[in-house]
């Protein structure tokens, strides 16, 4: 049996390279829907949106680096696990909002008639 010798892999291009030193990111701007608030006011990035994505391209960047086919194999199926997890967690996401816009909604709509609303007119009850 002999040893196939492979070429060196050609790692990430200068336009890849230096979006990523710049601090380019998968991530949303501040402030979006994923960015949900936490009691701590953190989330793990394992359990935010913006976080899987980051971690899945800096998996696909290790693997475009690695110099083993199987090291490149996993870092890929690990970028794409990463992946589907911020696509179910943006879904989830994404399927909520309507319910709490409604929920929003029908709060505002009804403090003008709470008795603790500041222009409740005590007359009235």
Do not use: F, I, Y
């Not at 899945?56 to 290790?62: H, I, N, P, T």
């Not at 794409?80 to 709060?107: F, G, I, K, V």
Request: aromatic content about 2%.
């Amino acid at each position: 049996m002999t040893d196939t010798v492979h070429p060196p892999r050609e790692t990430a291009g200068p336009s890849l390279q230096r979006w990523v030193n710049e601090g380019g990111s998968l991530a949303r701007a501040e402030g979006s829907p994923t960015q949900a608030s936490h009691p701590t006011g953190r989330k793990e990035a394992r359990d935010t949106v913006a976080g899987c994505r980051n971690r899945a391209v800096e998996d696909r960047l290790s693997a475009a680096a690695t110099d083993t086919d199987n090291g490149r194999q996993v870092l890929e199926r690990s970028a794409a696990s990463w992946e589907r997890r911020a696509d179910a967690m943006e879904e989830t996401e994404n399927a909520s909002a309507p319910q709490r816009a409604a929920d929003r909604e029908l709060w505002a709509s009804e403090e003008g008639d709470h008795p603790l609303a500041p222009d409740h007119d005590e007359a009235t009850t």
